[in-house]
RNA sequence: GGAGAGAUGGCCGAGUGGUCGAAGGCGCAUGAUUGGAAAUCAUGUGUACCGAAAGGUACCGAGGGUUCGAAUCCCUCUCUCUCCUCCA
């Protein structure tokens, strides 16, 4: 969500934001609304004053006539107020639903650009591998290594469902610990194992709610939401609190089921296991100061980054365009990671600056100052930055562990990292 | 799922219709005291919004109601705890 006050005093920024995202927005109809609000609150908070201080006249009782007297006038101050706030709560609410509709703002930095096609690959890390044979695509060395079973993934659950058998199940199994070890130990984030179902206000908090329901699963009975990534729980944490500055920067890493609808994509990246209804991922999330969340973002990238360096899987970094920025983000870059079967570059971690956009939703901020943070008032409460990124998704880690490491046997080479995690062994399969 | 109890400021905890934004304690901040610290004493200590300011408004789990006036009375909901039931 963006600071009215923002909207309000730099209106023109703001304007300019937009206008770089490419999206339309109506801000005179914002601003319109929030004129309309303060104007409402001010003339109902006048004749509540009046109204209070007629109240506590009362109890001082003069006369027993006096005293039915004020009590009519007020009830008509009281009836009065009644209409007002009537009035401001409608207005209220239609200025929340469009103020949470409303995007994040691009940092300057952001280049300018329509769609996909316009971001900027930043750089290339790693080195393909070259190969004796021709590599196959990790459906068909899956299906013929017998450890992912498609057939019996739909028969099961339906279309985009698949399972994971025997060292397959495993290898996936190795590599979420591989991850969560990586980021513990390495890294400094504190693991975290949320639940995978939350409540609509968590899902308001990081943005997903109201817009994009859609893409979401729930239990109607029970308003229970399937979480489509980590981050929504792991975000809400902290929602409602006031944190203590000495506390930032906070890091997590959540390893989780991620579920989502994919309407919008029915028919693309169909074949294998690219893009499921439900996945698995290992997700940063950080709760920065403001002053350096951008650095904080260099970091978290580095850490997803380390998961591919480990694994010694050819990468590439991508910034997103403004045009191609996700709703909440201020800042976005993504890693792909080389497939040599699919013969393609797979998103495989999305990391973003969220600025306080997300902290605003969520009510996430932080105070300076010892012990219980209450020092006298002396140093104001603000929103923390929040930040997060894949590190990694899981399936398209799989693919490119498959694709990469595969022989011409149809056995796999155990990436070094990964040999611990199968009791030293070498090859599978 | 059934029965009961509860939800007050950073924490503990008082408060059953007006002088309560809320006693008291703890914690914290500042000052005094000290060679330094502890202890002690004094003062101060919620959030949000409106306003240039003075000041005002709202908030005692959430939402509604009664009343001139609600932390206090009524209704609905949410959450927590205890017991029973069920269950991985």
């Known amino acids: 969500m963006l600071d009215l006050r923002q909207i309000r005093e730099k ?10 995202l490419g999206v339309a ?44 007297a004020a009590k009519a006038v007020g009830a008509a101050l009281r009836q009065k107020i ?18 949470l509709e409303l995007p994040n703002l691009p940092h300057p930095s952001v280049p300018v650009g329509k769609d996909d096609g316009d971001n900027k690959i930043v750089r290339e890390e790693g080195v393909k591998r070259s190969f004796s044979f ?5 459906w068909d060395f899956g299906a013929q290594a ?44 504190t693991e975290i194992l949320p639940p995978f179902m939350v409540r609509r206000e968590s899902l308001v908090g990081t943005g997903n709610l109201p817009k994009f329901g ?36 906070i890091k997590h890493v959540a390893y989780s089921a991620c579920f989502r609808r994919e309407q919008m994509a029915a028919g693309r990246d169909t074949r294998g296991i690219k893009r499921g209804h439900q996945f698995d991922k290992v997700e940063l999330v950080k709760f920065v100061r403001p002053e350096t969340s951008l650095d904080e973002l260099t970091g978290l990238l580095a850490d997803a980054e380390d998961v591919l360096k480990v694994l010694e ?34 998103e495989v971690s999305s990391c973003s600056n969220f600025g306080e956009f997300q902290a605003r939703r969520a009510k996430i901020r932080f105070k300076d100052g010892k012990g219980s943070g209450k020092d006298g008032g002396k140093d ?24 990469t490491y595969q022989r011409a046997d149809g056995k796999l080479d155990l990436p070094v990292a990964l040999r611990p995690y199968f009791g030293g062994d070498e090859v599978v399969g």
Not at 11 to 20: L, Q
Not at 134 to 138: G, K, L, N, R, S
Not at 163 to 172: F, I
Not at 234 to 249: F, H, K, Q, S, W
């Open 25 to 68: 927005v109506d801000l005179d109809a914002v601003l319109a609304l929030d004129e309309r609000v303060r104007r409402l609150k001010n003339e109902s908070q006048t004749i509540a004053a009046e109204q209070n201080k007629l109240s506590k006249d009362i109890a001082r009782a003069p006369s027993p006539e006096a005293r039915e």
């Open 134 to 138: 021709a590599p196959v695509p990790h």
């Open 146 to 189: 017998g450890i992912i079973d498609f057939d019996r993934g739909v028969k099961v659950s339906g279309s985009r469902f698949y399972l994971l058998k025997g060292w397959g199940a495993r290898l996936q199994r190795a590599l979420i610990s591989l991850m969560l070890d990586l980021h513990t130990q390495k890294h400094g984030y």
């Open 380 to 403: 104001k409460t603000r929103f923390v930055h929040t930040l997060n990124g894949s590190g990694l998704a899981l399936p398209r880690t799989l693919i490119g562990v498959l694709e």
């Open 11 to 20: 209106t023109d920024e703001v304007r300019d934001g937009f206008a770089r």
């Open 214 to 249: 859609d893409n979401l699963y729930r239990d109607a009975e029970e308003d229970f939401w399937f979480i489509p990534t980590a981050e929504v729980p792991v975000t809400n944490m902290y929602r409602d609190e006031i944190l203590d500055g000495a506390d930032l920067p």
């Open 82 to 99: 009644e209409g007002l706030v009537a009035a401001l709560g409608v207005a209220e609410g239609e200025l929340e639903t469009k103020l």
């Open 313 to 346: 899987l050819p990468y590439r970094v991508v910034q997103m365009c403004t045009g191609d920025l996700s709703f909440s983000a201020m800042v976005k870059f993504d890693l792909e990671l080389w497939a040599p079967g699919c013969n393609e570059w797979l």
